[in-house]
């Protein structure tokens, strides 16, 4: 069946630390592939997105996230992590057939420690 | 205008209540998406119009009736909800292309009593 997987459920980090978040998905054709952010009471944001070229993908607030082929995998990283960084995290992905059809991963929850 | 808006923004119905849920976007976009996410949990897809045309419904039940009168509009009737239908439901948009990301609007937060 169709589906993206994100194995991190809750991470909780120091600020500074470094982030990455896991992303499988499972899917035959072609996809393309997103992380969105959902911060405490604020509607999902794109943080970044992957369509085709350069693997390694640069988003906004310093995200970037890796598109490993062979390995089904798109994760998701930030060097060093800020307070401001805590929400939730979803991994998606565009199951185009005769229409768009995005589906989220299980989400992860970041908690920063200041 | 990158925003989806999404009216209202809380809703309190009875389970005999009929209510619709209103979603506008301005960007053009030809695709409208209807998700419903419950607390701690990722949005799942119930329908996708495309030009104006349902194209995904995800065996969404009846009680849910959805609608996009033009190509800026999008509604999502609602009768004889269940209280396990209580959930934040968002509306998003996109172009319709496979390299294309989706808009979310900040969403309807439903109670069903």
């Known amino acids: 069946a169709q589906s993206v997987s994100q194995h991190n459920h809750h991470v909780i980090l120091s600020e500074a630390a470094s982030l990455e978040l896991g992303c499988n998905y499972s899917y035959g054709g072609t996809v393309n592939l997103f992380w969105y952010v959902q911060y405490p009471g604020q509607h999902l944001q794109l943080l970044l997105k992957y369509f085709s070229g350069d693997p390694l993908v640069k988003g906004i607030k310093g995200f970037e996230a890796e598109f490993i082929k062979s390995k089904f995998s798109f994760n998701l990283r930030k060097p060093s992590v800020q307070w401001s960084d805590t929400a939730e995290y979803f991994c998606?992905?565009?199951?185009?057939?005769?229409?768009?059809?995005?589906?989220f991963g299980s989400g992860t929850r970041l908690s920063i420690r200041p | 205008d990158t925003e989806v808006t999404q009216t209202p923004k809380h809703l309190v119905m009875g389970m005999t209540n009929k209510k619709s849920l209103k979603c506008e976007q301005h960007m053009g976009h030809r695709a409208m998406y209807w998700y419903k996410q419950k607390a701690k949990k990722p949005p799942e897809l119930m329908f996708v119009y495309s030009y104006e045309k349902l194209s995904i419904n995800e065996s969404v039940p009846s009680r849910f009736s959805p609608e996009c009168p033009n190509s800026s509009l999008l509604n999502l009737h609602l009768h004889a909800l269940q209280p396990e239908d209580s959930a934040l439901y968002l509306c998003?948009?996109?172009?319709?292309?496979?390299?294309?990301?989706?808009?979310f609007g900040q969403g309807t937060r439903l109670t069903v009593v």
């Open positions: 998606a992905v565009n199951l185009y057939s005769s229409a768009s059809k995005i589906i």
């Open positions: 998003a948009s996109s172009q319709v292309d496979m390299n294309t990301e989706a808009f």
